[in-house]
């Protein structure tokens, strides 16, 4: 099977974390020699790299094409029209994409167009199944469908995109039921959740790793971008209360500034450090070196930090939404917070530290998250909708 995936959600030499979760999916779907894939990961057209543009300047740095774990990819530009442009974001995409496609279709013939993220990707992903005749298939991984269809013109579309699709995914069980009260049929929609690296993310010895960052006590991580939404800020207030806590947070984003002067105000500067972005094979060493990892999100999919954490041997407070309930569903995963505040996180932590799980158990609870289901439920999604037009 030959499978073009088409995601803006997608790493690049410069953004090397960017849609890891996509990469790593289809490096685990291509690696049983089934299906053949190429990438369409296009970037918003931008002048300059230069620093004065700030974070998007960093566009116009992304080659346009590039080869990625021997996965072929192309980074065609599109059209951005920041805060004003959210009806038209599929047609600019759209537009800036199908040469691009049409190019890679007269050289390499693709069977399906594997879409992820609905909105804008998968709309525009549909007007270019429809361009091109292929059938299509869209990923839903979270604000797409948690929050975006909130807003009446992208809900239209979304609704259009995903009744021109052949087959839809979600990362967990309520993104479905989201898709489904928007009106697609419920037996469109197959549930394959993200799996994690196991071979990756293991546990390493605590000792050094503590050693290595400096840290000891009882110590908590947090990961994820520096904005509202990923709740940094709530974890500071929780900590503020409960000595012998120190808090490791990976990540940068526009909030950094301000979560550093929280942490400042609030007398936390000694107990929390900011490591900034990291790679993927530096987060091993913390999750093990850490006690608990903690997200304070307000939305979340399909959280693959919980399953990385996990797989380290790490447990996790992790506010209940969405999907996360899917992941932290036994005692060894963890503790849900029912209310999304800095004293729901601080009796979370209380739960966890009265009995704190042992850590094989943990991992042995993140062991039944393979990539390994996923991937034959993509094959037999795709077989299924390719089967009619094979001889």
């Known amino acids: ?77 599109y059209p951005v029209l920041p805060k004003i442009g959210m009806s038209v974001a599929p047609a600019l995409l759209y537009a800036g994409t199908r040469a691009t496609v049409r190019q890679i279709l007269r050289q390499w013939d693709f069977d399906l167009i594997d879409a992820h993220y609905f909105y804008p990707d998968g709309v525009a992903a549909a007007m270019l199944a429809r361009e091109f005749g292929k059938p299509l298939v869209i990923t839903a991984r979270g604000t797409d469908i948690n929050l975006i269809p909130r807003f009446a013109v992208p809900r239209a579309q979304i609704v259009w995109a995903a009744g021109r699709a052949a087959g839809l995914i979600t990362v967990c069980d309520a993104l479905k039921r989201a898709l489904v009260e928007l009106g697609c049929a419920e037996d ?9 690296d196991l071979a990756g993310f293991r546990p390493l010895d605590r000792e050094p790793a503590r050693q290595e960052l400096g840290v000891n006590g009882r110590v908590l991580v947090s990961v994820g971008l520096l904005i509202e939404r990923k709740g940094h800020h709530l974890i500071l207030e929780a900590l503020a209360g409960r000595p012998g806590y120190t808090l490791l947070i990976v990540g940068d984003g526009p909030d950094r500034a301000s979560l550093q002067q929280q942490a400042k105000a609030l007398g936390l500067a000694e107990r929390v450090r900011f490591l900034g972005q990291l790679p993927q094979d530096r987060l091993p060493a913390i999750y093990s070196a850490a006690d608990a990892l903690v997200l304070a999100s307000s939305r979340e999919g399909w959280a693959n930090v919980l399953l990385e954490a996990m797989a380290c041997g790490t447990p996790v407070v992790a506010t209940d939404v969405w999907g996360t309930r899917e992941a932290v569903c036994a005692p060894e995963a963890g503790v849900l917070v029912a209310r999304r505040s800095a004293e729901g996180l601080a009796l979370g932590l209380d739960r966890l530290f009265a009995a704190l799980p042992r850590r094989e158990d943990t991992r042995r609870h993140a062991e039944q998250f393979s990539w390994d289901d996923t991937t034959q439920g993509q094959l037999a999604l795709f077989r299924s909708i390719l089967k009619p037009a094979t001889p």
């Open 1 to 77: 099977m030959r499978i073009l995936t088409f995601s803006t959600l997608y790493p690049n030499a410069t953004q090397p974390v960017n849609g890891v979760f996509v990469e790593n999916r289809l490096r685990h779907l291509v690696a049983g020699g089934e299906v053949e894939a190429r990438v369409v990961a296009p970037v918003p057209w931008f002048p300059s790299s230069h620093p004065v543009f700030g974070a998007w300047g960093k566009y116009a740095a992304v080659p346009a094409a590039e080869t990625r774990h021997d996965l072929p990819v192309r980074h065609p530009r």
């Open 188 to 196: 469109k929609v197959r549930v394959l959740r993200n799996g994690v």
